[in-house]
């Protein structure tokens, strides 16, 4: 007996709403779309409109009125200030992307609002991805704090800065699942797992559009890319994808309707092809599933020259083709190509193209206008004298520096050596990433920071010593190449400190997008660079610096203690210092599992059993799903992080072992800090479906709470899991409830904890 649904919606209601519903899980609430339709106003003004204004209100731009330093994409088409004034007057700019500063976007705002016959307003969009001026952990790192609500903290202070800057809309969060930690775009989302991708996805958009879509300092989110683009094969950016309907339905999208529940108007079609029919060309994607399915209202934009690229795809004949194709499968906007404006005039007026269509995506971008309160004010959000006041204030830096602390992820700590005593040790800083202010921010972090305000880790540490010139700091090697004498100098400087601190790993250019890697150690040279150093035999604290899980070998992986530092944003150096010295106890968990090898990539906590799963013992047997050289487990896996106190979890109990059809199971357990400091405590609860008409993952996450407790202290956790918790895709990409046995943990990470099992029942 199963119970068949579409779209995860257990009828009548969406999947999200229900999992958050179920949840004292993570407690958060999401919020139903919002009402978005086109009001009279907008459908006056299409009346009005020619195509080719039409065209215009479909097309985006690269702002190169109010450039920053530089462009993230292969700048193309409109590269002259000048030309792209004059198109906005002429009605052939319905939003402009990537520039910066109150003062000249209203200038652009006036062009088109007093230059234009219809006088629409613009909408000024960027790439602000985790902070503007002021930056925030990378996205991945802040995944490690599990903390959703801190997300939306980050998300907030984000779009109040840069709001302040004169911008609207956010093309973020990236809410891809990646699970493959070669693509360099792991940094930018949320790590490998679904249900912790779909609270942070959520968690974002709330914190990017804030209460009121029209407050001044509200952005619209534009969770992306639309789909699968996490998928990419081996893990090379923009490669294609081949994915079966039930992954795509139960790991990549649901991210996507978590943020369109949470109230998301916009999302972005991705670069790559799904099975054969790229992304910006695919109305199964675009136009079945996002709208039919999911009742989708609001903008599509194309990525970046996505549309065009369907030539290079060999999809489209060629750019009138791929301007066709795109809008037919769906796309409202078209990304920096022009093809748009260029083609659709001829379309329409060939029958290629039926009006309706483009009148259908001209409403939707008038309405988005409409929604954030564009047509009233056409200045909101390009106020010159907001942009000083709400920028890189004193409450926006802390936020920064917490939200750097509790992205720290304490892998080992033997000894322990950590917490670090602030007087009474001589200390070497070594590593490229010791005294560098280059590498804090992260791969998009660059673009419209305010770098003055990076705190490297040497700064950060010295903030905090009792005496400042007890660290001695040497780099010994930059990320990919030696410093004449480097070595030699670093070796000195530890064999004069009592403990080490090796600042390595990946540069901010080693990650992101168009950064995938081959491999995911640290680079070579600065691997040598640690042989050296641990054969001066002092105790060595490692300070990972990375944009994916990274295959830790050889000294770096025995060092006595690691800690993940990922990219912080501006405020890294104080952050790294909070949890070395202690001041904050690391509570990060683990949003990638690090592999044993970069040869398992990709590799995640949640892949399916096979019929030959590998024993346990690892001279067991042979002809089982297992490498010849390691174990296919991880080194660390997903979940997985220490702190300075130990927490003992007991006394799990089900509230019920027969789950009936529609009733609530409640899970519990006992958390205790049994050490001496205070610490928090991210307590996991994962499933697993015993025997199903479709294979199952070993695991899958299906909650977690964090719980911070004082040294002796203890707190009863709860959980409540209900069958829709317990539903896959099955046949015909329907989401099915199956009776029979289900596993349960709860657990500190994806491969320990407390077993249990329970029976779900047939419906009646
Ligand atoms: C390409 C990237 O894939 C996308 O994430 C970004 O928003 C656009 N470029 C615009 O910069």
Known sequence: ?????????????????????????????????????????VEALLAQMTIEEKAGQLSCFADVIRPPIGDMNPLVNIRNAQTLTAEVKAGRVGALFNGVGAQAARDTQKAAIEGSRLKIPLLFAADVIHGFRTVFPIPLAEAASFDP????????????????SGLHWTFAPMVDVARDQRWGRVAEGSGEDVFLGELLAAARVRGFQGKDLKADDSMLATPKHFAAYGAVTAGLEY???????????????????????????????????????????????????????????????????????????????????????????????????????????ELVASGAVPMAVVDASVRRVLALKEAIGLFDNPYRSLDPRDEAERTATPAIRALGREAGARSIVLLKNDGPLLPLPKVGKRLALIGPFADDRDNVLGA????????????????????????????????????????????????????????????????????????????????????????????????????????????LEGVVRDAPAILATWFLGSEMGNAVADVLFGAVNPSGRLPVSFPIDSGQEPFFYNGRTTGRPAPTDPNGQEYKARWRSIRNDALYPFGFGLSYTRFDVTDMKLSTARLAWNETLHVTAKVRNSGGVHGDHVVQLYIRDRVASRTRPIRELKGFQRVSLAPGAEREVRFELKRQHLMFVGDNDYWISEPGVFDVWIANSSVDGLAASFELLPVG
């Open 444 to 551: 998009w972090g660059g673009f419209f920071a305010d770098r003055r305000l990076n705190v490297d880790l040497a700064t950060g540490l010295r903030a905090q010593m009792a005496d400042p010139g007890s660290l001695i700091v040497e780099r010994g090697c930059e990320v990919e190449t030696t410093i004449a004498g480097g070595f030699e100098r670093a070796v000195a400087a530890a064999q004069a400190a009592d403990i080490v601190l090796l600042a390595i790993g990946e540069s901010q250019d080693m990650t992101g997008e168009a950064k995938s890697r081959t491999d995911i150690r640290i680079p070579p040279v600065q691997q040598r660079l640690a042989e050296a150093i641990a054969a001066t035999g002092k105790p060595v604290v490692v300070l990972l610096r990375h944009g994916r899980a990274i295959q």
């Open 1 to 41: 007996m199963t119970l068949k649904t579409k779209s995860g919606a257990p009828v009548g209601a969406s999947r999200r709403a229900f999992l958050s519903g179920a949840a004292g899980l993570a407690g958060l609430a999401v919020t139903a779309p919002r009402a978005f339709a086109a009001s009279d106003r």
């Open 239 to 345: 490669n294609s994808v081949e994915l079966s309907d039930a992954t795509l339905r139960e790991v990549h999208l649901p991210p996507f309707q978590a943020a369109f529940a949470a109230g998301a108007l916009t999302t972005m079609s991705a670069f790559n092809d799904v099975n054969g029919i790229p992304a910006t060309a695919n109305k199964m994607l675009l136009t079945d599933i996002l709208r039919g399915e999911w009742g989708f209202k609001g903008v599509v934009v194309s990525d970046y020259t996505a549309d065009q690229e369907l030539v290079a795809h060999g999809f489209a004949a060629d750019d009138r083709d791929a301007a066709r194709l795109a809008i037919l499968a769906g796309v409202d906007m078209s990304m920096q190509s022009g093809l748009y404006n260029r083609y659709l005039p």
């Open 149 to 164: 609500h801190l997300a939306e903290r980050t998300a907030r202070a984000t779009a109040i800065e840069a709001t302040a």
